[in-house]
C-alpha cells in the first residue's frame, strides 16, 4: 500500500520530463564533445529520450525529491554552457554602491560594475593619486568612497529600453551615474548641489532628455544649515532635472536644473509617457511637516509623518519647467539653477493631487493613460488618469491649495479607480497581457491585477481586478518584469526582489543575502510560480531592470589599441609599440610601458625616491581572452588592462626598496612570469641606501 503514492508520482516525473525535454535540446548533443563550443538554441532539434534517460532522470528526482514542478522550473531556468540567456537584470547594489547584471532566466551572476565604490578587480579607484574615480568620489573636498544605490534606469527611446546607458541614483550622497553599455563602465558622477541626500533617482524620459531626480528628506537647499524649529520656512524638497547628452554621453550639468518643492518628503518618481509625455510624476509622504524629536517627548517621525490621510502626488509639466529654466525663470542656490515654488504655481508647472498616506511607488501604465500609485499603508493602488489630470487642471479644479501655493487637484476629478490588493504595496510594473504586477511588502506576495476595460481583450478578465497572488520569501520591495515599465513590456518573467532571504539558503552568519526570486508570469489566470531563488549576497538592492539581451551593443575589445574608457576614445597619451621607456625630467618621471601576453615592456623600472611617477600603461592586446591586470603592492595600484586599454596612474615613489610588479589576470601558461621589478632607490645617505659605490645613484639625482 505504500508504495502505491510513489509509483504514481515517480510515473507523473516520467510523463513531464519527456515532455519538457521534447521542448528543449537533444540529449545526446548536449552531451557530446561541443563542450567548449557555443551553442545557439536553433542548433538544438526536439529530442526523443529512450527509456533508460527517462529511468535516470526519474531517479535523479526522486533521489532528489524534486516534484514535477521543480523539474519544470528547472528546465525553464537551466542554460546549458555556451548558452545565453535572453535578458540582462541590471540591479541596484545598495549599500554596496555597485550595479549587478544578472541573466535572466539562469539568475547567473554575470558581473558587477563598479560605481561608487572603488573596486579593485575592475580596476576602478585604484589608479594612483589622481585616480579620476576617486576624485570624482569627493564632495565638498571630502573623499565618500561608497553609495547606497537604489533605482537605475536604462537610457530610453520613444519609451522603449535603447540599450546604450544606465543611470543609478546614490540615495545616501544624492548623486547619479552614468555607465555606458558598450563596455558597462561607469563615465561620470555628478553630486547634487542642492540636498545631501535624495531618493527618487534615476528616472529618465521618454527620450532620455531628461533624467529626473527625486529628492527625500528636505534640507535646506544647497547644503544650508536651520535648526528644526524653522522647518516650515528653510526647508524645502526639490526634484532635478539632469539634461542628458547622448552623444557625449555625458549629463550635461549646464543645461540641467531643479525645481523648489515644499518640505514634504518627496520618493519615487517616474516620467510620463504616451498620454501623459510630457508630465512626470513624484510622491511625497510626511506633507504633515513632523519634525520628530523623540528625545525631547515629541512624536517619532513615524507616527508624527503618518497623521493626515492623504499626502501629495506631484504633477510636473516638465516642458513648461523646461520653458522656465530656458527663459532664465530661475534662482542660483550653491550656483545651481532652481525654479522657486512661486514661479512653479505661477506658470502651472507644478500641481498636486491627493494620494492615500505614505504613498511609495508610482508607475505610470505602458500606454501612459494611468499612474499607479501604492500607499503602503493602504491596502489599495489607486490609479489616476491623466486625461482627467489634465482636465482637471484646464478647469481649474482644485480642492484647495497648500501651505506653499501649490494648486491641490479634486481627489475625484482626477481618480480613476482604486483597486484592493492587499497588505503593503510599493511598486508596480506590467507585461504584454493587460495585467500589472504589484509588490506587497507585509503580505510578502506579488499581486496580478487586471488593468482597465481597453485591455479586456488580451487578459479576458474583468477590468481594474485582483486576479491572483503568488507568496513570496520574503518581503518583497521592487519587482521587476521584463521590461516591464517601458511601452511596451514583454510580459514572461518578473523578478520578486525578496528582503532577507531568512530561511531560503544555507545560513550565512547573522548577515543574511536577500533574495531574487524569479517569477514565471507567462500563464494567465493564477499561474505566476516562483521558479529559483538567488541569492544576492553583496548589498540590498532595490531596483532593476531587465532588458531583451540582444539590445545591447556591448564591445568585446576596445575598438583601438590605446583607448581611454573615461574618454571613451583613443588617448594620444597612450605609448605604442617601440615607444616603450622611462624618461625623466627632474624629479618627474614618466613610464611608458606596454602589456602583452606574456610580459610587461619593460620589466625593469628604475626610480629614485622621492620622485613623481607618471605611469603609462596600454594593454597591445585585440583579442577578447586576452585581459591583463596590473599592480603594485604596498602602493594601492590595481589595474584592470582589458584588450586595448590605456590607463596612466602616478604616485610618489615616497618609499625605497625593491617593488615586483606582476599580472593579477591568470591571463596565461607563462601568467606568473608577467611581472617586473619596480626599484625606488633610496636618496643618497638615507638608511638602506647603497654602498657609496653604487655611483649609479649619485648621478641620477
Ligand atoms: S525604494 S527604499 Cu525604490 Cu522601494 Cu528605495
Ligand atoms: Cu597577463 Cu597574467
Known sequence: MAHGPRVRRSAVVCVAAAGLLVLEGTLPSALGQEGRRRRPAAEQGPIALTPEQVAQLTKVANDRK?????????????????????????????????????????????????????????????????DPVRRSLEINGKPVEWGDTHHPALSETGGDYDGQYLFIGDKANARLAVIDLRDWETKQIVKNPLTISDHGAAFVTPNTEYVIEGGQYATVLGYGYAPPEEYKQHYRGMVTMWKFDREKGRVDVSNS???????????????????????????????????GGVEKGNPPFEAGASKRDMDYLHIVDWRKAEAAFKAGKTKSINGFPVIMLETSTAEGILHFAPEPK???????????????????????????????????????????????GVPVLDFDAVKEVQVELGLGPLHTQFDNQGFAYTSLFLDSAVARWSLGPEHASKHREQPWKLVAKTPVHYNIGHLCAAEGDTVSPDGGYLVSMSKWSVDRFLPTGPLLPQNFQLLDISGGGSAMPVIYDSPIGVGEPHYCQMIKAD??????????????????????????????????????????????????????????????????????E????????????????????????????????????????????????LHLEMMGYLHIKPRAGAEGAPAASDTATASAK
Not at 489616476?384 to 497648500?402: L, P, Q
Open 257 to 291: 536644473f531643479a525645481l523648489e518643492l515644499p518640505p514634504y518628503w518627496q520618493d519615487l518618481a517616474d516620467a510620463g509617457k504616451g498620454a501623459s509625455d510630457g508630465y512626470f510624476f513624484v510622491n511625497s509622504f510626511n506633507v504633515e511637516m513632523a519634525v
Open 358 to 404: 505614505s504613498p511609495h511607488g508610482v508607475d505610470v501604465t505602458p500606454d501612459g493613460r494611468y499612474m499607479v500609485v501604492a500607499g503602503k499603508l493602504d491596502p489599495h493602488v489607486t490609479v489616476y488618469s491623466i486625461e482627467k489630470i489634465k482636465k482637471a487642471i484646464a478647469e481649474k479644479r482644485f480642492s484647495t491649495r497648500d501651505e506653499y
Open 551 to 620: 539590445k545591447l551593443r556591448t564591445w568585446t575589445v576596445y575598438p583601438q589599441v590605446g583607448w581611454n574608457p573615461h574618454t571613451q576614445s583613443l588617448d594620444p597619451r597612450a605609448p605604442r609599440k617601440g615607444q616603450e621607456g622611462v624618461t625623466r625630467n627632474g624629479s618627474d618621471v614618466t613610464v611608458n610601458m606596454t602589456a602583452i601576453r606574456s610580459h610587461f615592456f619593460p620589466e625593469h623600472v628604475e626610480v629614485n625616491e622621492g620622485d613623481r611617477v607618471t605611469w603609462r600603461l596600454v594593454a597591445l
Open 66 to 130: 524534486l516534484n514535477v514542478d521543480d523539474l519544470l522550473s528547472a528546465a525553464k531556468t537551466f542554460m546549458p554552457s555556451g548558452r545565453h540567456d535572453e535578458y540582462v537584470l541590471f540591479s541596484s547594489g545598495g549599500q554596496s554602491g555597485q550595479v549587478f547584471a544578472i541573466g535572466v532566466p539562469s539568475m547567473r551572476l554575470l558581473r558587477s560594475i563598479a560605481v561608487f565604490t572603488p573596486e579593485s578587480w575592475q580596476g576602478y579607484g585604484f589608479a594612483g593619486e589622481e
Open 622 to 669: 585585440t583579442t577578447m581572452d586576452a585581459t591583463h591586470g596590473f599592480c603594485i603592492g604596498g602602493y594601492n595600484i590595481n589595474l584592470s588592462l582589458e584588450p586595448g586599454e590605456f590607463v596612466e596612474f602616478t604616485f610618489t615613489a615616497d618609499r625605497p626598496g625593491t617593488y615586483p610588479f606582476y599580472c593579477t589576470e591568470f591571463c596565461s601558461a
